[in-house]
């Protein structure tokens, strides 16, 4: 069993539809969750990372963490075309052990 | 502006030969790492440097080798060990060792012909 699952999609939404995407996880040492985008031949681009259970939001996304479920995930509101990327996320215990799940393929249709 | 600069964008390899890939970063960043990503798998550790004149072996080392003389640099080159290296290479930097804050260059796109 991978220690990070993540769905790989395709997720196909129409454009101002809510996106909807999540991982879940094993090992109770990871600390910090992160998100990243990445667009076709392009490296992943940090969107958001939190470090404790709860909501965090920035503009139209907001991050959320469930440790007790081993549970994060990332919404955006309003999608828009140029939000059709790969989506993946991160994590990291204390030690700097970095695990991700294999991204999700996003595509919003105008 | 601070950022990871990967080059070249692409690269063509034949058979038996080596090939570097460029990573260089104006972050002041202590951290660098190497990273392999084939579609629907994600991303597979290469390699990783802590600090100048130090590296380990991440997942996928075989088949590879980096140098870190500089902190600004952190080359990986690509031997022809490796039976399997047609992919998309990513060059990551954090400023010290375990941490979160991952930036990432590019790319290199990597191919066999």
């Known amino acids: 069993q991978k220690e990070v699952e993540q769905d790989p999609g395709p997720l196909s939404v129409p454009e101002g539809a809510i996106v909807s995407l999540n991982c879940t996880y094993s090992n109770s040492a990871f600390q910090y969750f992160m998100w990243y985008r990445q667009y076709s031949r392009k490296g992943p681009e940090l969107l958001m990372y939190?470090?404790?259970?709860g909501n965090k939001e920035d503009g139209r996304f907001t991050a959320q963490v469930d440790k007790s479920s081993k549970y994060i995930s990332l919404f955006i509101r309003d999608s828009q075309p140029s939000d059709s990327a790969t989506y993946l996320c991160?994590?990291?215990?204390?030690?700097?052990?970095?695990?991700f799940g294999a991204g999700t393929q996003v595509v919003v249709t105008p | 502006d601070g950022g990871i600069t990967q080059s070249p964008k692409y690269l063509f390899r034949k058979e038996g030969q080596n090939v570097t890939l460029s990573c260089e970063q104006n972050?002041?960043?202590?951290?660098m790492y190497w990273y392999r990503q084939d579609p629907g798998q994600g991303l597979r550790l290469i390699y990783y440097?802590?600090?100048?004149?130090?590296?380990q072996k991440g997942d996928i080392a075989e088949g590879y080798s980096v140098s870190r003389e500089k902190k600004e640099s952190f080359p990986l080159t690509v031997t022809s060990a490796q039976k399997n290296p047609t992919a998309f290479y990513l060059c990551a930097s954090t400023p010290k060792a375990a941490d979160y804050g991952y930036t990432f260059g590019s790319g290199t796109r990597l191919t066999v012909v």
């Open positions: 440097s802590q600090i100048v004149n130090d590296f």
């Open positions: 939190t470090y404790s259970s």
């Open positions: 972050l002041n960043h202590d951290a």
């Open positions: 991160f994590l990291t215990d204390s030690w700097g052990k970095l695990q």
